[in-house]
């Protein structure tokens, strides 16, 4: 049960949680572009309005992760420690999900098969394309405002795009690997020594930016 949730909301919930289940069964077996929205809502036994309800387009029916997907790397920003950087909180959040395999960053099982569906949907393709843009720039303004940067000041932007960049390769290639049958087993000792040299790169040129100063110490 969903903590603190009332019982009208945990339904909707499960209702937009069972519709894109269903999407997305029919999106991998029969692929993105040879399913209809009516196949879903009969499938899913509400009305097309129902879908639209909870899903603006077709493509959020298999994209429905990737709104928090988006917010990933601000998140890891926001909630770093005292004296942690901003590509450190991200390295950490990166090497976190590597190793317990979550979607975040598309580490979880089947993630090969998902992205096998975008890249047989031009739409998904765009879809997919304007996602990581958008990452991108919510990342630019944390880092902004993280930073307290002037509005003229391109930094956070160039930090921003160096980020996503390195997160962007790392994880392409881990279900690149994944999709030519190499197990997770195989992959991660490989990919966490990759993602180290990723990360130091950027730091060398980024140095100390968006560090957390540690709370001061009282004066006695």
């Not at 909630?79 to 990166?94: L, M, N, S, Y």
């Not at 395999?101 to 090969?112: I, S, V």
Request: proline fraction near 4%; charged fraction near 35%.
């Amino acid at each position: 049960m969903e903590e603190g949730l009332g019982l009208r909301e945990r339904k909707k919930r499960e209702t937009r949680r069972r519709i894109s289940d269903i999407a997305t069964a029919l999106f991998v077996e029969r692929g993105f572009d040879n399913v209809t929205v009516a196949e879903i809502a009969r499938a899913a036994d509400v009305s097309v309005n129902t879908v639209f309800n909870y899903f603006r387009t077709k493509e959020d029916l298999f994209l429905d992760r990737q709104e928090d997907v988006v917010r990933t790397l601000s998140r890891a920003v926001r909630e770093r420690g005292p004296g942690e950087t901003a590509v450190e909180a991200i390295r950490r959040d990166f090497l976190d999900a590597l190793d317990t395999r979550h979607w975040r960053f598309g580490f979880n099982d089947g993630a090969e098969v998902f992205i096998r569906v975008i890249d047989a949907s031009p739409s998904l393709q765009r879809r997919a394309r304007a996602l990581a843009d958008e990452q991108e720039r919510d990342l630019a303004a944390t880092l902004a405002a993280e930073t307290g940067a002037d509005p003229e000041d391109l930094t956070p932007l160039l930090v921003a795009a160096q980020i996503c960049a390195v997160v962007r390769v790392l994880a392409d290639d881990f279900r690149r690997r994944r999709g030519a049958g190499e197990t997770a087993e195989e992959i991660i000792p490989g990919l966490r020594e990759r993602a180290g040299r990723a990360f130091r790169a950027i730091e060398s040129g980024i140095g100390p930016y968006a560090r957390r100063e540690p709370p001061a110490t009282p004066r006695a």
